[in-house]
């Protein structure tokens, strides 16, 4: 995932910081304890598309 790319996006719910998980290939949300998509390098930032992560394993 681009730095730069990643510095840019946020959270489309609560336009929070997102964490990249380079093993899972996914930009996570903290906050709302969402985990949305990356697919073919694009990150799908579409609250649908997002599933829900454990609260207990989050930083």
Same mark, same amino acid.
């Given at each position: 995932? @681009? *730095? /730069?790319?990643? %510095? #840019?996006?946020?959270?489309?719910?609560?336009?929070?910081?997102? &964490?990249? @998980? *380079? /093993?899972?290939? %996914? #930009?996570i949300?903290?906050?709302?304890?969402?985990?949305?998509? &990356?697919? @073919?390098?694009?990150?799908?930032?579409l609250?649908?598309?997002?599933?829900k992560?454990?609260?207990?394993n989050? @930083?």
């Amino acid at each position: 995932m @681009d *730095k /730069k790319l990643l %510095e #840019l996006l946020v959270c489309p719910k609560c336009n929070g910081k997102l &964490v990249y @998980d *380079k /093993k899972a290939d %996914e #930009l996570i949300c903290n906050t709302d304890a969402l985990a949305f998509p &990356v697919r @073919d390098g694009i990150p799908v930032m579409l609250e649908d598309e997002a599933r829900k992560t454990d609260v207990d394993n989050q @930083d």
